[in-house]
């Protein structure tokens, strides 16, 4: 279903979706999981499928939970599988913001990204299968859809403590438009 999958997690905020793209371990199921915490529902962890319709994007809710990963006693690395932290099976959603999370940093930080930077920062993040057809056509769609809403490189603080407050703001600083 959709006709863009990007490697990505996303979040319902007052009923449009907010997407969080990045390489593996850049924190978007940390993310996911501390903005479902935080009351929000989700829409994707490790995947999301948008439509680009007449009446603009939409994302497609996914698999439900978040993965989590963590060391064990020995020091080996454990992924565990926490059900749904936003409760409630949430509903297709216009997109409104597209957000590249970068590397962490200290605190917060927000920066919203031209169109033409922000297609070459996230085409990295794009599923598709197929040969050259399949990449062109994905290519294109990614770049329709970052024609029609904002989009955002973050970088969220190191602090685990600081997730939640951070996540929020990043909300705030993103979700607006639209």
Do not use: M
């Amino acid at each position: 279903r959709g006709d863009l999958v990007l490697h990505a997690s996303a979040v319902e905020v007052d009923g449009r979706a907010v997407i969080f793209c990045g390489p593996t371990q850049r924190g978007k199921s940390t993310l996911a999981r501390a903005l479902g915490e935080g009351g929000y529902r989700l829409l994707g962890e490790d995947g999301v499928a948008i439509e680009l319709g007449g009446d603009g994007p939409t994302a497609f809710p996914g698999a439900r939970g978040v993965r989590s990963r963590s060391r064990g006693a020995e020091g080996r690395s454990r992924t565990d599988l926490i059900a749904d932290p936003g409760g409630g099976a949430p509903l297709p959603c216009p997109v409104v913001a597209v957000v590249l999370l970068e590397e962490r940093a200290e605190e917060l930080r927000v920066e919203r990204l031209e169109p033409a930077r922000a297609l070459a920062l996230l085409t990295p993040n794009l599923v598709h299968s197929g040969w050259r057809e399949a990449i062109g056509a994905a290519f294109a769609n990614l770049a329709a859809l970052l024609g029609s809403v904002p989009a955002y490189a973050a970088s969220l603080p190191d602090d685990l403590a600081a997730l939640p407050a951070s996540a929020q703001s990043l909300l705030d600083a993103t979700a607006s438009e639209g």
